[in-house]
């Protein structure tokens, strides 16, 4: 079972007018350490997950999506086309059972420094980062590919 744990939102970060939009990049697991109907059911929470935070008008959040095995792909960058719709279907894309066995995610998290610094970043928008996997995560190795961002918001879901 998946559980996503909505928290509330304190007055700095709580969307409105006056708040700017949310940068969220998924970093999602496609090797087959998770079975296929597994990974099916994560793309499925994925997308109820971005429609939820997802809103038409002011304060739009940003996505993009890494996936990642042996190697890492951004699928979306922050500075692509923004709606919902292509959002929901590059997830539904992504159920294949054309998957690698080995899992990399330092080369997930060079990716995701890469969109996250990049020339697409809004400087003034909270970085929120949400790692979809079913391995431990090394905290350790985040930190130094990452670098010492005290903006970015890091939630690993496994």
């Known amino acids: 079972m998946i559980t996503f744990r909505l928290f509330p939102l304190d007055a700095q970060t709580k969307p409105n007018c006056d708040n700017p939009p949310l940068d969220i990049c998924l970093v999602i697991d496609e090797t087959k350490s998770i079975k296929q109907e597994d990974l099916s059911k994560v793309l499925d929470a994925a997308k109820i997950l971005t429609s939820s935070l997802y809103r038409d008008g002011q304060n739009i959040p940003h996505f993009s999506v890494v996936s990642f095995a042996q190697d890492a792909e951004i699928r979306l ?16 894309s992504m ?3 054309d998957r690698d066995t080995s899992a990399r995610i330092d080369n997930a998290l ?3 420094n890469e969109v996250f610094s990049g020339s697409e970043n809004r400087p003034v928008s909270p970085k929120v980062m ?4 079913d ?3 090394d905290e ?3 930190q130094k590919l990452l670098g010492e961002s005290e903006s970015l918001i890091v939630s690993i879901i496994s």
């Open 77 to 92: 960058h922050f500075n692509d086309e923004q709606n919902l719709g292509t959002l929901l279907s590059l997830l539904e």
């Open 95 to 97: 159920k294949t059972d």
């Open 135 to 137: 391995g431990k995560s």
């Open 110 to 112: 060079q990716k995701v």
């Open 140 to 142: 350790s190795q985040q």
């Open 130 to 133: 949400i790692i979809i996997t």
